[in-house]
């Protein structure tokens, strides 16, 4: 159960599919970790050590931010670089690049400047709009878990501080609900 805006690593990531995936449970991997310095080698060179090990990329990814957080070296919401996101999502009826072009004037609406960039075609089409502060939102759609259902992901990037992320989960979730 998520307890703030941002879900822990663990809350949003089981263990099981963890161990699955793998083959060894996240607290196996942290112990590991540990004995190989990762409270001061950084993240960079935890997930590198992780691939190094069999660990296929996604994964390291994943079992770095847990070891992270788990470490207090990161809290949920930080990104590698010590700033932070914050994200919110919705499936909707139709397809990816049609809901793009719907969600793209909503945006526009609630920022009051054009995206600075837009990738179309693809697995995810997406818009971005980069603020004079250099935080970003980056909207992109995807192929929802049913058949003609697309799945709206909006993640608000670069925030400066962890104070930053209730408002900004709460504007993502705002802007969404007008979809």
Same mark, same amino acid.
């Given at each position: 159960?998520?307890?703030?805006?941002?879900?822990?690593?663990?809350?949003?990531?089981?263990?099981?599919?963890?161990?699955?995936?793998?083959?060894?449970?996240?607290?196996?991997?942290?112990?590991?970790?540990?004995?190989?310095?990762?409270?001061?080698? #950084?993240?960079?060179?935890?997930?590198?050590?992780?691939?190094?090990?069999?660990?296929?990329?996604?994964?390291?990814?994943?079992?770095?931010?847990?070891?992270?957080?788990?470490?207090?070296?990161?809290?949920?919401?930080?990104?590698?670089?010590?700033?932070?996101?914050?994200?919110?999502?919705?499936?909707?009826? #139709?397809?990816?690049?049609?809901?793009?072009?719907?969600?793209?004037?909503?945006?526009?609406?609630?920022?009051?400047?054009?995206?600075?960039?837009?990738?179309?075609? #693809?697995?995810?089409?997406?818009?971005?709009?980069?603020?004079?502060?250099?935080?970003?939102?980056?909207?992109?759609?995807?192929?929802?878990?049913?058949?003609?259902?697309?799945?709206?992901?909006?993640?608000?990037?670069?925030?400066?501080?962890?104070?930053?992320?209730?408002?900004?989960?709460?504007?993502?979730?705002?802007?969404?609900?007008?979809?």
């Amino acid at each position: 159960m998520t307890t703030g805006p941002v879900r822990t690593h663990s809350q949003g990531m089981a263990a099981d599919r963890v161990t699955a995936a793998t083959g060894r449970s996240p607290d196996d991997w942290y112990v590991l970790l540990d004995a190989a310095d990762g409270r001061s080698i #950084g993240h960079t060179a935890i997930a590198a050590h992780l691939v190094a090990l069999g660990v296929d990329p996604w994964w390291a990814q994943g079992v770095t931010i847990g070891y992270e957080q788990s470490r207090g070296l990161r809290i949920p919401g930080q990104r590698s670089d010590g700033t932070f996101a914050v994200s919110a999502s919705r499936q909707v009826p #139709g397809e990816r690049g049609t809901v793009l072009d719907r969600i793209v004037p909503l945006c526009v609406e609630a920022f009051g400047f054009a995206p600075t960039s837009e990738r179309r075609g #693809g697995k995810r089409p997406s818009a971005r709009w980069t603020f004079p502060d250099r935080e970003s939102v980056l909207v992109n759609t995807e192929d929802g878990p049913r058949p003609g259902t697309v799945r709206i992901a909006a993640q608000r990037e670069r925030l400066t501080g962890p104070e930053r992320i209730p408002e900004a989960k709460a504007d993502l979730r705002e802007l969404l609900s007008r979809f």
